[in-house]
């Protein structure tokens, strides 16, 4: 069972992601959509780019004109009651000063993921959207969640290699709180400034090449567990857990290269859809999906 035995008892929180998508359906919007929907949120979508993009990289990238994506936010915030916002790739200084000035207001939290390479390797910003998001976004967010490399960017510290340094150079520059993640083969540990105190998360790491869309899906998950209602401390500690499972459990198989992780548990479905089904016993007819058919 699901859970579900006494009827639901809590509405889906509703979460914007505003983001790139990625045709490979493992990172970008498409994998947020997916690791909303795996912690029960329903996920709404602003795009800001199109990739071109598989497991081995990005092959061509487009941006949606600034106005275009104005348009979308506004379209969803004038009629969903939005609990969280996520933004994700970056692109442009012009975006992002136009993201920061759409999103001041927001009473609700915002987590900005700086994505600027993918687990690919490929580049996906601009040098002056580095610094207008540094200026800009960061201030306005709940939680920013950088890798390291992309908080050396961000912190211009491209020598350090502290984590816990790094999280206090960005929060000196005006994050309220701050996760560096640390994915890799041999070790996996995230380490948080709450604006308080910091702490460090470790999981055990997958040996699975199923990274793809890790990233993504651990800052979707942050989104959705601050839109569920749990602090930063809770949503960071549990966004790292099922980012880790999702990893663990990644689709090696599809792709060639860096596979994409499974928030979803796809094979658990699949297997369940593919068991033969019990005959259904009903002294009247009955339609494929075994709804009695009407006027028999
Ligand atoms: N090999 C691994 N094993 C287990 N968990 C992992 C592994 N790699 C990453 N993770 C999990 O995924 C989350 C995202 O980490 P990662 O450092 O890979 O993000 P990222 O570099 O921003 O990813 P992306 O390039 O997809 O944006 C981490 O919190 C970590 O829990
Ligand atoms: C569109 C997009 N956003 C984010 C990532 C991060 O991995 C990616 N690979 N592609």
């Known amino acids: 069972m699901d859970g579900f035995a006494g009827g639901p008892t809590a509405e889906p929180k509703v979460c914007l992601t505003i983001g790139s998508s990625d045709s490979s359906g493992g990172a970008g919007i498409q994998g947020d959509i997916k690791a909303l929907a795996s912690i029960g949120c ?29 348009a979308q936010i506004d379209a969803v915030l004038d009629d969903l009651a939005v609990d969280a916002v996520k933004v994700g790739t970056l692109w442009s200084a012009e975006l992002v000063a136009d993201l920061a000035a759409r999103l001041a207001d927001l ?16 580049r996906l910003y601009s040098d002056d959207a580095v610094e207008a998001f540094v200026a800009e976004l960061l201030p306005l967010a709940a939680v920013i969640t950088p890798n390291l490399p992309e908080a050396r960017l961000l912190a211009r510290r491209p020598d350090e290699d502290d984590p816990v340094r790094l999280c206090a150079e960005l929060a000196r520059l005006g ?15 995230d ?58 459990r990644g689709l090696v198989g599809i792709g060639s290269g860096e596979s994409p992780v499974d928030l979803l548990d796809l094979r658990r479905r699949a ?15 009955t339609d494929r999906r075994g709804h009695i058919a009407e006027g028999t």
């Open 42 to 70: 329903h996920a709404a979508t602003a795009l800001v780019g199109i990739t071109a993009q598989n497991t081995r990289g990005v092959v061509s990238r487009h941006t949606v004109p600034v106005p275009a994506v104005r």
């Open 107 to 122: 009473a609700v939290p915002l987590v900005a993921d700086p994505v600027m390479v993918t687990a690919a390797g490929s």
């Open 175 to 189: 994050a309220s709180a701050v996760v560096i993640t640390g994915g890799g083969r041999e070790v996996v540990c």
């Open 191 to 248: 380490w948080l400034f709450d604006g308080h105190r910091d702490y460090r998360f470790r999981s055990t790491p997958s040996s699975a090449a199923a990274t793809h869309g890790a990233g993504c899906a651990h800052s979707a998950l942050i989104t959705g567990l601050l839109a569920r209602g749990d602090s930063v401390v809770e949503a960071v500690s549990r966004a790292g857990e099922l980012a880790a499972e999702g990893v663990g």
């Open 271 to 285: 297997d369940a859809l593919s068991r033969p089904r019990r005959p259904i016993h009903r002294s009247r007819p």
